[in-house]
Structure formats: C-alpha cells, structure tokens
C-alpha cells in the first residue's frame, strides 16, 4: 500500500535514527582509515565539553566510540568519562543506555565497582533488557571482557523466570 499525507511520526522517527546510525558508523569508519581515530574522538569530545548545550545523545555517542575503541588511552578515557558524567547528569539518571555507557567507560579505565555500580542503575531502569544483564556480567569477569553483548532490543528479553541477583537487586 501507499502512505498517503505525511508520514507517521514513528516512521520519521525511524528514519531519523537510522540516518544518524548511517553517519555515526561512516564517520567512525573514516576516522579509522584516516587512523589516530582515538585522537580525534577525544578532541571531538572536548570540544563538545566545551559547549553549554550539547545534547546528551551526542555526548553519550562520542563518550561510547572513545570506550569502545582498541586501545583508547587513559587521557581519552578521562574525556569519555566527563562526557558520559554530562550525559547522565543531563538525562537525570534515567535514561539505562547512558547510564550502561557510563559503565563502560568506567570499566575500560579499570574502575569496575564503580562500572557494576552504573550498570545496576541502568539494570534497574530497564529490569527485561538481557543486554544490561550481560554487561554486568562483562564487569563481573563471568563473560569475556572481550565479548560485547548485542545492543539493547537486538537481542531476545529476559524471560520473566529468569532471575537477576545483584546488590540489592532482585528481578
């Protein structure tokens, strides 16, 4: 069938998201063949410091590229920590990816009991999202440090017989 009139504003959405997806990965591409990707990461992400208004998606994404790069260095880490901090500060703590980006920076700079601290936030967020649950076991050395789970809704939700443990957390 055809759409008739505007759009529905899901599918715009949709759309919206799926551009910025396409230009993140391009550019993250091109930063990796022009090489020094971590290097311009983390001058993008003190230059995004520096703007009073930068939204918190765009400080969450480039705090999440420095995090997941090879090898981001302990002073590009340091940029994608302030970064990630802004982000949750900016989403009031209640937004679970940006709290599990968080995480992820503190766990790439070595600091795990505050990493699992920022995952069970997000896992408490968003209880279903096996991800979350994944990403703590991640911190936790009971999955590879290497094993990144799927992103989250990629993968299939918790099912309700399934239990979580954590400290204090009980799902």
Same mark, same amino acid.
Request: aromatic content about 4%; overall charge negative; cysteine-free.
């Given at each position: &069938? ?10 715009? *959405? ?25 290097? *311009? ?7 995004? *410091? ?22 981001? &260095? ?16 900016? &989403? ?57 789970? *799927? ?21």
């Amino acid at each position: &069938s055809v759409l008739t009139g505007p759009a529905p504003r899901w599918l715009r *959405l949709a759309d919206a998201a799926l551009v910025v997806l396409l230009s993140a990965s391009l550019t993250a591409a091109g930063l990796e063949l022009a090489g020094g990707a971590d290097r *311009l990461l983390a001058r993008r992400g003190e230059r995004l *410091l520096q703007l009073a208004g930068a939204p918190p998606g765009v400080l969450n994404d480039t705090a999440w590229m420095i995090a997941i790069s090879e090898a981001p &260095s302990q002073p590009h880490l340091e940029v994608a920590l302030r970064l990630a901090e802004r982000a949750v500060n900016l &989403s009031d703590r209640r937004d679970a990816n940006i709290l599990d980006t968080l995480a992820e920076v503190l766990f790439r700079a070595g600091r795990q009991a505050d990493a699992l601290s920022a995952i069970d936030e997000a896992i408490l967020l968003q209880p279903g999202e096996r991800y979350f649950h994944e990403q703590r076991q991640r911190f936790t050395g009971a999955r590879s440090e290497d094993d990144r789970p *799927l992103p989250p809704g990629f993968g299939p939700p918790l099912l309700p017989r399934e239990d979580f443990e954590g400290p204090g957390i009980r799902v």
